[in-house]
């Protein structure tokens, strides 16, 4: 089918969904919600057999959906109706939620329905229930939707009618006021349900030692105590407070009422150091295990010869100090007698590469941006040149732009079957990248290979990324599932009586690569494009920074995503047509 996705944006469920709709061999063209006349012409210029609308927040205009069949994708069960659904399956404290596809019309969210898929919640953000859940939901409720279309006789089931005769169950957005913390009366759990229900956005307002704010990113603290709502505690950029019950981390604020747009930032860096005169830095050495609650960005165990490192990075935006922090910990793991080390980034992300929000907030943002790229490839090098362990990248979560080639650094590439990786930097103002991708990417796909996969700017699938040859194994199962398997393979090559060998192989093809260039000498190139890119006449690094970050709306869909939009596309439509009848 010709499939169009109308959409706010191309996000994580939107991605997902297109690679796997182009899996099953559906051909999608995507158009952003930009005004209802543009999206009118879209659908006259692509002529779809269906619409479907995976992240999308104002009404499809009538003269759409009377023609052409479209799906709304709801994050919230059969019934469920409103701009907020997770929201409130969060503050209700949910246990199982949904996805339903339903037929758009006149009425929002109370159209038919063509599938549902419930699933199970977690005590975890919006935008991380969002990602995970939300995302594994929806990408079985459309691929059964899609059955159900071609399904003979199958017709899409009506909202039951209310006794007042409405439909559904209509609950609006939250406002400002719903959104507080009242941290005398609230109790730690109803503290965390409030900012994770609001977490990517809006935030809750709050005032942090006379500063005021929103907060985001919130986990709870079971050491830890103090008056409740004092700032008791400071740890690699977040703030603790107290509750009247215990205590939580909250790593990201948002300063407002300043007039200019203002950016989500480390709490310490919002707050600033004169207001955290009196805190304790209190640090959490990641070799220690927690026993409680607590947050802490890296953690590293070692269990009989495998090293495991975790880091739970914000957004998966990882800054200088960061990757400092990352590669000190590199070095501890490698100091033990570990002979398997894997690298597991976070549960939501994997690694998005330099931290844009970071560069944005300093005063000279391409000394920031230089210092940041420098920072992640010392990272990258560290992890290329263990030539003494086998080196294992086992992704849970996605991975964008320098995210990728931190994975490729490895000896192997492991991955969860949902991940998407956008392996290109191009969407980001025409930026070269460096974290050693012109050496990584070849040596795995080859020149040609690798051109493609740079320039189509597209997302790919992990099944994609395995043909491609980006990714080594594609291991199913739930997060826990998936945690389980790469422990018993990383265990079992430890074991392994010809790990020795692989491990002198690859020494050796790093001395014959050293020799016919050296690593320095890609990162050199690489870094001579970059400084083009930060300091030189053209601006659009600079440009596409500040709009990705201040979230400016787009203003036409780029035309790597709008098929109907390129020169020819309907005369290569019609020969497709013709071919393929
Ligand atoms: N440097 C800095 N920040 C980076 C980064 C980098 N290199 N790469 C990614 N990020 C940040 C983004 O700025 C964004 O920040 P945020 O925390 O302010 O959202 C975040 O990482 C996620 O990136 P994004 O591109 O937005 O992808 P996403 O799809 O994974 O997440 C949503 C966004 C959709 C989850 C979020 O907007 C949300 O809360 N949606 C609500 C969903 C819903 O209920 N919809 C109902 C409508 S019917
Ligand atoms: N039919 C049609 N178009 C649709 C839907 C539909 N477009 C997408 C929509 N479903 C997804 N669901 C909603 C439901 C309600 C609102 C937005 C998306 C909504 N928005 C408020 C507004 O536009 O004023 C603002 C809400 C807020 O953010 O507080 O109410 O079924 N044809």
Not at 116 to 122: A, E, K, N
Not at 126 to 155: I, N, W
Not at 265 to 272: N, Q
Not at 342 to 358: P, T
């Amino acid at each position: 089918m010709r499939i169009l996705f109308l959409t706010h944006g191309f996000n994580s469920l939107t991605q997902r969904l297109f690679v796997e709709l182009r899996r099953l061999g559906h051909e999608i063209s995507i158009e952003f919600d930009i005004h209802d006349r543009v999206t009118e012409e879209a659908v006259t210029l692509y002529r779809p057999d269906l619409v479907i609308a995976p992240f999308l927040k104002r009404a499809i205009p009538e003269r759409v959906w009377r023609h052409t069949l479209c799906w709304i994708v709801h994050p919230g069960p059969v019934g469920d109706r409103g701009p907020a659904a997770l929201d409130w399956a969060i503050l209700d404290a949910a246990r199982e939620w949904g996805v339903t596809v339903l037929q758009a019309d006149a009425e929002m969210d109370a159209g038919d329905v063509w599938a549902s898929v419930p699933f199970m919640t977690r005590p975890a953000s919006k935008s991380s229930l969002y990602r995970r859940e939300v995302t594994e939901a929806a990408v079985q409720a459309v691929r059964l939707a899609l059955e159900r279309l071609e399904t003979p006789g199958f017709r899409p089931q009506p909202l039951p009618r209310n006794p007042d005769g409405s439909l559904g169950q209509w609950r609006p957005g939250l406002r400002a006021a719903q959104r507080t913390i009242d941290w005398e009366r609230d109790d730690t759990a109803s503290i965390l349900r409030q900012i994770r229900a609001a977490d990517g956005s809006p935030g809750v307002r709050d005032v942090v030692l006379g500063l005021p704010v929103r907060l985001f990113n919130a986990w709870p603290e079971s050491e830890l105590r103090g008056d409740p709502g004092a700032v008791i505690a400071i740890r690699d950029g977040a703030i603790c407070r107290a509750t009247r019950d215990g205590a939580v981390w909250i790593t990201h604020l948002r300063s407002v009422g300043s007039g200019d747009p203002v950016l989500k930032l480390p709490a310490t860096r919002v707050l600033g150091p004169e207001r955290l005169r009196d805190i304790p830095e209190v640090p959490s050495d990641p070799f220690v295990p927690v026993t409680g609650d607590t947050w802490r960005e890296i953690e590293c165990r070692v269990v009989d010869g495998v090293g495991f490192l975790s880091f739970e990075v914000h957004n998966g935006a990882m800054a200088t100090d960061q990757c400092h922090r990352l590669l000190d910990a590199w070095q501890q793991l490698r100091a033990t007698d570990a002979r398997v080390l894997v690298l597991q980034g976070g549960e939501d992300f994997w690694s998005n590469g330099i931290h844009l929000h970071r560069i944005e907030a300093e005063a000279n943002s391409a000394d920031a941006s230089w210092a940041n790229i420098e920072a992640m490839n010392d990272l990258t090098r560290a992890l290329i040149e263990t030539d003494d362990r086998w080196v294992i990248s086992a992704l849970r979560g996605n991975a964008g732009a320098g995210g990728v080639f931190l994975a490729l650094a490895a000896d192997e590439v492991w991955c969860r079957p949902g991940v998407i990786l956008n392996p290109h930097y191009k969407n980001m103002g025409n930026l070269h990248g460096s974290e050693y991708w012109s050496y990584l990417l070849p040596r795995r796909v080859g020149v040609e290979g690798g051109r493609g996969i740079m320039g189509n700017r597209l997302p790919l699938g992990a099944e994609e990324a395995r043909a491609a040859g980006l990714v080594d194994r594609v291991m199913d199962g739930d997060a826990a599932e998936f945690a389980r398997r790469v422990e018993a393979q990383a265990l079992a090559l430890a074991q392994d009586p010809g790990l020795a060998g692989r491990i002198r192989a690859k020494q050796e093809r790093r001395r014959q690569d050293e020799a016919e260039k050296p690593l320095a000498a890609y990162r050199e190139a690489e870094m001579a494009h970059m400084r083009l890119n930060f300091y030189g006449f053209d601006p659009s690094y600079h440009v596409a920074r500040y709009n990705f970050v201040h979230r400016v709306p787009q203003s036409r869909t780029p035309l790597h995503l709008a098929l109907h939009r390129r020169i020819g596309a309907r005369a290569s439509a019609s020969d497709a047509a013709r071919t393929n009848p």
